[in-house]
């Protein structure tokens, strides 16, 4: 199998896959916060990782930077070992990997954030870097809405409501963990979240804390491996399919 993470590749490695055409190449932005008692606090991160090798399969000739991490999530202070970036450093930091990116000759930069706070930096970011490289092609395929749609629409066909899929770390992201990494997910620890009503305003203004004392939105406690297998093959294929309607690939 041809190899797609670049911290995996050495530089000649990297070089004679450019000389090879490869010149799309995959970011996820990810994140380092709380996800209940049961899961890791890299669970963005190792989810967005996950999907970016995954997509850049499906795609060819595409590679995998190593995850921007930490993101932006104030909004989870209130649990230990969260970690969080103001939106302008962060959008520093993906601007800087970027320009390094495109200075070794990628053409088409895929930016895919995994965790909510990081959305709008990133929209920001690329309609920034598309004024200043005009001859590179810099998006970020989804938005927040697509992809925690994509997720609970597979949850649906395991019974699963939407609900109990969740938004953090609900049955929808601890299936995808249970799939990717199940060893990192203590399912003896899960318990049922918050799933009662609130805004997006509530959950940045006052923090996730104040709406849910475990950290989970959703219940966990619906989660299996196999929804997680369904679930990032569709959103793998999703993405992928609309990568390449927007890169004309």
């Given at each position: 199998?041809?190899?797609v993470?670049m911290?995996?590749?050495?530089w000649v490695e990297?070089?004679?896959?450019?000389?090879?055409?490869?010149?799309?190449?995959?970011?996820?932005?990810?994140?380092?916060?709380?996800?209940g008692?049961?899961?890791?606090?890299?669970?963005?991160?190792?989810?967005?990782?996950?999907l970016?090798?995954?997509?850049?399969?499906?795609?060819?000739?595409?590679?995998?930077?190593?995850?921007?991490?930490?993101?932006?999530?104030?909004?989870?202070?209130?649990?230990?070992?969260?970690?969080?970036?103001?939106?302008?450093?962060?959008?520093?930091?993906?601007?800087?990997?970027?320009k390094?990116?495109?200075?070794?000759?990628?053409?088409?930069?895929?930016?895919?954030?995994?965790?909510?706070?990081?959305?709008?930096?990133?929209?920001?970011?690329?309609?920034?870097?598309?004024?200043?490289?005009?001859?590179?092609?810099?998006?970020?395929?989804?938005?927040?809405?697509?992809?925690?749609?994509?997720?609970?629409?597979?949850?649906?066909?395991?019974?699963?409501?939407?609900?109990?899929?969740?938004v953090?770390?609900?049955?929808?992201?601890?299936?995808?963990?249970?799939h990717?990494?199940?060893?990192?997910?203590k399912i003896?620890?899960?318990?049922?979240?918050?799933?009662?009503?609130?805004?997006?305003?509530?959950?940045?203004?006052?923090?996730?804390?104040?709406?849910?004392?475990?950290?989970?939105?959703?219940?966990?406690?619906?989660?299996?491996?196999?929804?997680?297998?369904?679930?990032?093959?569709?959103?793998?294929?999703?993405?992928?399919?609309?990568?390449?309607?927007?890169?004309?690939?």
């Amino acid at each position: 199998m041809v190899k797609v993470k670049m911290d995996e590749m050495s530089w000649v490695e990297v070089k004679e896959a450019l000389d090879n055409g490869f010149d799309t190449v995959i970011v996820p932005v990810g994140s380092i916060e709380q996800h209940g008692p049961h899961l890791p606090l890299g669970t963005d991160t190792f989810i967005g990782e996950a999907l970016s090798v995954m997509i850049a399969e499906k795609l060819g000739k595409t590679l995998v930077t190593p995850p921007i991490t930490p993101g932006c999530s104030q909004h989870h202070m209130g649990f230990p070992g969260t970690l969080t970036l103001k939106p302008e450093t962060l959008m520093q930091v993906v601007r800087d990997v970027c320009k390094c990116l495109i200075r070794h000759g990628f053409k088409n930069i895929i930016l895919l954030p995994t965790h909510g706070g990081n959305f709008a930096p990133i929209e920001t970011l690329i309609m920034e870097l598309a004024m200043e490289h005009k001859d590179v092609k810099i998006i970020s395929p989804l938005k927040l809405e697509e992809l925690i749609k994509v997720m609970n629409d597979v949850m649906a066909e395991y019974g699963v409501t939407f609900k109990e899929a969740g938004v953090h770390a609900g049955a929808a992201e601890t299936s995808a963990m249970l799939h990717i990494n199940g060893g990192l997910v203590k399912i003896d620890r899960a318990v049922e979240g918050f799933t009662g009503e609130y805004t997006i305003s509530q959950l940045y203004s006052y923090g996730v804390k104040a709406i849910s004392n475990t950290g989970v939105l959703g219940d966990p406690r619906k989660a299996s491996a196999d929804a997680g297998r369904k679930m990032m093959e569709k959103l793998a294929e999703y993405y992928a399919e609309k990568i390449k309607k927007e890169l004309k690939f």
